[in-house]
């Protein structure tokens, strides 16, 4: 049965009428649910015979039509068509944004991608245990436009080892851990209310929730109203909007940091579950994995990166990527065991922009470091260690909340209030960008700055003998 999304379905036959020398006004258009299962009903010429005539169409017009053929509105087909028709006399018609079809296309197909950007930000699973007991994550959620299937690959490959259903008003998208399968419309009363989590993350969305940078219009671009019913952080917002000038007025008068008068996390593992379901920054609510830190709890040095790269994301660990063999042979030259470390990143999840199959790393903003902060101060506070070793400019930040000049900065020890001695080097990711010379220059300046770390190590009673035996007991 033809879809109301079937890009391919419209194509075919929006060609076999042209072909034919159907005009756009002898055509009526509608959506694939009568009785002859197609999209359009036309009166087609008695011509004689194939072969038809060659029907262009720009890969442009065709990416633009997979994308629009995906608006709710019922005239988009009719429009497509139109568009189609044209461009057998015009075939660069698509190029030009002031002509009145193209430019309706184009802002269609931008609210549509922004309901693909949404649907990713704003799907919010909740666990329930499927027949056999085994958990399953459910959410629910009500699109603006029919995205859902075009939007099904972007969860398999983000949650390909656990089971999920997203529930719509259209359709139901269900992933056993191999296989989507595909069910009918649920209403809202049929996804499950309330997990045990929820508590947490409601708790946690208000602990982080600052009234001193509260910006409602940014808030509301971000976060559209007709979101906020299936967001449980959401149903707090208007008291904490209402409360929010009262608490700023306190925070101003103690000088205090409402962020830091919130209970730190109690464990490395509070901190694994609380980063999982952290969506406080945009980074968070990309539908990457958070990754945790990992190494000895109790290690004397720690090792802070800026985010995960993409192997780090698929892997679930940190520092185990290109930069990351970097950094353990750099390390091992200088006789610092990597694995009696504790290795963690300022910032918990993946940043990137896709580029075909690939996805590119983006650098954090400040504020999106600065919100992780929370995370990272959490970490030191269980791990407790003596030196911290900062690998680039987003590392720094995290731990120093200013950014430094790393040129001027690196390769001396920066001591914290709590007596934290932070070390500060380049990222090993920066000596991955280099060529030639540059790339010996930064090798030997950042080897240098690693032999310095192994001496303050040495200094403040961390040998390497300790950081083996930290390893052996974990
Ligand atoms: N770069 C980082 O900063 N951290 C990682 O974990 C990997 C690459």
Redesign the pocket.
Do not use: C, D, W
């Given at each position: 049965m033809v879809q109301p999304d079937d890009f391919e379905a419209w194509r075919d036959e929006a060609r076999r009428l042209v072909a034919r020398g159907v005009s756009p006004d002898a055509t009526a258009w509608g959506e694939p649910d009568g009785p002859a299962d197609l999209f359009a009903t036309a009166v087609l010429p008695n011509l004689p015979s194939d072969p038809l005539p060659q029907v262009r169409a720009s890969r442009a017009f065709l990416d633009l039509a997979r994308c629009v053929i995906l608006h709710r509105d019922p005239t988009r087909l009719s429009l497509l068509y139109r568009v189609l028709w044209r461009l057998q006399k015009h075939p660069r018609l698509i190029e030009d944004s002031a002509d009145r079809d193209v430019a309706t296309l184009e802002g269609m197909a931008k609210q549509v991608r922004r309901d693909i950007h949404k649907m990713r930000a704003f799907v919010r699973f909740r666990s329930t245990p499927d027949q056999d007991g085994i958990e399953r994550f459910v959410a629910w959620f009500e699109p603006e436009h029919r995205i859902e299937r075009a939007n099904a690959d972007f969860f398999v490959n983000r949650f390909a080892s656990q089971r999920w259903s997203i529930l719509t008003p259209r359709l139901s998208l269900h992933w056993d851990g191999e296989q989507l399968l595909e069910g009918p419309a649920v209403s809202r009363g049929d996804a499950p209310a309330e997990d045990a989590t929820e508590e947490l993350w409601l708790g946690y969305y208000r602990s982080i929730f600052n009234p001193a940078r509260l910006k409602v219009g940014m808030m509301l671009k971000e976060m559209p109203r007709r979101y906020w019913k299936n967001l449980p952080e959401a149903r707090q917002i208007p008291d904490l909007i209402a409360g929010a000038h009262k608490r700023e007025a306190a925070m101003i008068a103690t000088g205090a940091d409402l962020f830091e008068r919130e209970a730190k996390p109690a464990s490395l593992q509070a901190i694994a579950g609380g980063i999982a379901q952290c969506r406080r920054c945009a980074i968070g609510c990309n539908g990457t994995r958070a990754?945790m830190g990992e190494g000895p709890p109790n290690s004397d040095l720690m090792i802070v990166?800026?985010?995960?790269?993409d192997?780090?994301e698929r892997e679930h660990r940190?520092?185990?990527?290109p930069?990351?063999q970097l950094l353990d042979q750099i390390l091992g030259e200088a006789g610092v065991n990597r694995a009696g470390a504790y290795?963690t990143?300022a910032v918990k999840h993946f940043k990137f922009t896709p580029r075909g199959k690939r996805r590119l790393h983006q650098p954090p903003t400040a504020g999106e470091i600065d919100i992780c902060r929370w995370w990272l101060d959490g970490e030191r506070a269980l791990v407790k260690p003596k030196v911290v070793l900062a690998?680039?400019a987003?590392?720094a930040r995290g731990l120093l909340g200013r950014t430094p000049a790393i040129g001027r900065e690196r390769g001396q020890a920066i001591r914290l209030s709590d007596g934290t001695l932070i070390w500060l080097t380049a990222?090993?990711?920066y000596l991955l960008r280099l060529d030639g010379d540059a790339r010996t220059r930064e090798h030997a300046r950042f080897a240098q700055d690693i032999a310095g770390l192994a001496q303050i190590l040495a200094a403040n009673g961390v040998s390497q003998m300790q950081l083996q035996r930290e390893m052996r007991v974990n």
């Open positions: 990754v990166g800026e985010q995960p790269g192997t780090e940190p520092f185990i990527g930069a990351g290795v990143n690998l680039g987003s590392s990222h090993p990711s």
